[in-house]
């Protein structure tokens, strides 16, 4: 074990769940690697499950449930929605859970249309009425993709039962690579997804002309007021086809919780791998350019302690300790 005198450990054995994603993605890498911390500096005999999930509104609703100790969802900034019990969230507030870091992750959601149905902003959308079929997220109450895109549909004047009356459907998956497949395979017209930073999304724009479109003013408004959702810039060149910066909703930030009756040593403990044992995390991405990285690094300890959710007070005396918050 690679440790210093200065790290901390507990001597008594723990048992933790941990709720990540389906098992192959960057969120169940995150489970792992703070098990393994975790496991390295506990009594003998501590066990750690890591329970597969979405990484969406079931994560805060099963730490809120007490389902699970530990999960991990995105974008961040959204959790304290879940706390509040607005959107998804709505009469199934999570007032329980705690943040203790976030790792950063520099996403967004965004709307792409194939370039031959010649509609290039959401006035175009309006006025054509096309008969898109589009790729996106469930619209189930759990994915938070699935929700955003709604809203941000409607927001912009296209209801599901807008779209549904020019003869125009929603096709929903629960991941991007299936989302992004079905554009590529002809399949849908359009999609409307998160995960930009992956290959197959590059894919996509280089095999087949895209127009993406920016988010109105109005639009940007609405979703600030409604959600406090902010609006983020997606630069020129990004993407082929993307000829100027256009504004489109941030999707960023994994915010790793739990619940406010966790102990505070172990909570303190989670904190203090988050950001003194980053190096181990960010080691798996440099071999990836930093803009097409699933986990933006460098991991900086400041980061990891900006939280939009209350700090489990472990995690927060850590973060004081540290000099972060």
């Known amino acids: ?130 008969p898109l079929s589009i790729a996106t997220g469930e619209d189930d109450g759990v994915s938070i993709i699935g929700f955003a895109a709604r809203e941000m549909m409607t927001q912009s004047g296209v209801s599901r039962e807008e779209l549904a009356s020019w003869g125009g459907r929603y096709v929903e998956y629960a991941r991007p690579s299936a989302c992004i497949s079905a554009v590529a395979r002809g399949e849908t017209d359009a999609v409307i997804f998160e995960a930009i930073m992956t290959e197959r999304w590059r894919k996509l724009a280089e095999s087949i002309d895209l127009a993406f479109l920016p988010l109105e003013i109005e639009t940007q408004q609405a979703m600030a007021k409604l959600y406090d959702w902010p609006t983020v810039q997606l630069p020129a060149g990004y993407f082929r086809g993307l000829d100027e910066d256009i504004p489109v909703l941030e999707f960023s930030d994994f915010l790793v919780m739990c619940r406010s009756d966790l102990p505070e040593d172990v909570a303190y403990l989670l904190a203090w791998c988050l950001c003194e044992r980053r190096e181990l995390l960010e080691r798996q991405y440099r071999h990836i350019p930093v803009e097409r990285s699933p986990i933006t690094y460098p991991l900086e300890p400041a980061k990891i302690a900006n939280s939009s959710v209350e700090h489990h007070p472990g995690a927060r005396r850590y973060y004081k300790d540290a000099g972060l918050i």
């Open 1 to 130: 074990m690679e440790f210093s005198k200065a790290d901390p450990s507990l001597s008594r054995a723990l048992q933790l769940h941990l709720k990540g994603d389906w098992g192959q993605a960057h969120m169940h890498r995150v489970c792992g690697w703070l098990s393994q911390e975790i496991y390295d500096r506990t009594g003998a005999n501590t066990k750690i499950a890591i329970w597969t999930g979405r990484g969406a509104a079931d994560a805060p609703l099963a730490v809120q449930n007490a389902e699970v100790d530990i999960a991990i969802s995105t974008p961040a900034f959204f959790m304290k929605a879940a706390v509040e019990g607005k959107g998804p969230f709505e009469g199934k507030a999570c007032p329980d859970i705690r943040a203790l870091g976030v790792i950063p992750q520099t996403d967004k959601l965004i709307m792409a249309v194939r370039a031959d149905h010649g509609v290039r902003s959401y006035a175009d959308l309006r006025e054509k009425k096309p």
